[in-house]
C-alpha cells in the first residue's frame, strides 16, 4: 500500500460526457501528479500540483483540467471525453519537488 | 515525443539468470533516473535510482548502471526470481523548467522470470 488514494477504480462512460478522478497524496507529501497510460503506451505526464499550485505541465489536453485543494487532495478533470480518452489514469505524490514518487493504483476510465 | 526508450516491450529469463533491462533518453538535462516496477492493477512501485554523479548504484539483487555519453542506463536483476516478473518502467527527470522535475517514463519492459 503506497498511501495515495485514487477513486473510482473503474469508470465507464460515453462520449461527450464529463469525469472527474479523485485522488487522495500520502500524509506529508505535498506534491501531486497526474499520469495517463494507454495501452501500448508509457506513463504520460500530465501535470503536477504542489502546496495548491500548478508546478509543471505535460502532454495535458485542454479538455482536461486539474487542481489541488487545501487539503492536498487532488481532482483531474476530464470533459468532452473521446473514445481515445480511455486509458488507465494515475496520481503520484512526493514529498517535496523532486525525488521518489508514490503512485495510487490508478483508476481504469472506459469511454465508450 | 519519448524521450525515455526502453526498445524491448518484454524479456523472458530463467530463474537464476541475470535479467538486463536497458533504457535509452535523448534529454541530455535530464540528471537523475529511476526505475519502477509495476505488477498488474497496482500502481508501479519505485525499484531503485540513479543520480548523474554516479555510474553504478547497487540495492541487494538490483543494479543500476548509467552511462551518461550513451545516454544509457540498464536494470540488473541477479539472480532473477519468478516474483520479479513484472512490468519495468525507466524514468528520469531534471529536464527544462516547463517539465520541472516531473518523471519522464519510458514504455515499460515486461519481465518474465521462467522456473
Redesign the interface.
Given at each position: 500500500d503506497?498511501g495515495?488514494t485514487q477513486t473510482p477504480k473503474h469508470l465507464i462512460t460515453a462520449t461527450g460526457q464529463r469525469v472527474t478522478l479523485r485522488c487522495s497524496p500520502r500524509s506529508g507529501d505535498l506534491s501531486v501528479?497526474w499520469?495517463q497510460q494507454s495501452l501500448?503506451?508509457?506513463?504520460?505526464?500530465l501535470i503536477?500540483y504542489y502546496n495548491g499550485e500548478e508546478?509543471?505541465?505535460?502532454n495535458i489536453l485542454e479538455r482536461f483540467s486539474a487542481q489541488q485543494f487545501p487539503d492536498l487532495h487532488s481532482e483531474l478533470n476530464l470533459s468532452s471525453l473521446e473514445l481515445g480518452d480511455s486509458a488507465l489514469y494515475?496520481c503520484?505524490s512526493s514529498r517535496d519537488?523532486?525525488g521518489?514518487?508514490?503512485?495510487?493504483?490508478?483508476s481504469r476510465l472506459t469511454v465508450l | 515525443d519519448?524521450q525515455?526508450k526502453?526498445n524491448s516491450p518484454s524479456l523472458s529469463v530463467q530463474e537464476g539468470r541475470i535479467s538486463i533491462l536497458n533504457c535509452d533518453y535523448t534529454n541530455s538535462m535530464f540528471d537523475?533516473f529511476?526505475w519502477?516496477k509495476k505488477y498488474p492493477?497496482?500502481?508501479?512501485?519505485?525499484l531503485i535510482?540513479i543520480s548523474s554523479i554516479k555510474d553504478k548504484n547497487e540495492d541487494g539483487r538490483f543494479t543500476v548502471f548509467l552511462n551518461k555519453s550513451a545516454k544509457h542506463l540498464s536494470l540488473h536483476i541477479v539472480p532473477s526470481q519468478p516474483g520479479d516478473s513484472a512490468v519495468y518502467?525507466c524514468?528520469a527527470?531534471g529536464g527544462d523548467s516547463?517539465?520541472?522535475?516531473?518523471?519522464?517514463?519510458?514504455?515499460?519492459t515486461s519481465l518474465l522470470v521462467t522456473p
Open positions: 503506497s495515495v501528479y499520469y501500448d503506451q508509457g506513463l504520460q505526464f503536477q508546478r509543471a505541465k505535460g494515475f503520484a519537488l523532486t521518489e514518487l508514490f503512485f495510487g493504483e490508478g | 519519448q525515455v526502453q537523475y529511476l519502477y492493477a497496482e500502481g508501479p512501485t519505485f535510482s518502467f524514468a527527470s516547463n517539465s520541472g522535475y516531473a518523471l519522464n517514463f519510458g514504455k515499460g
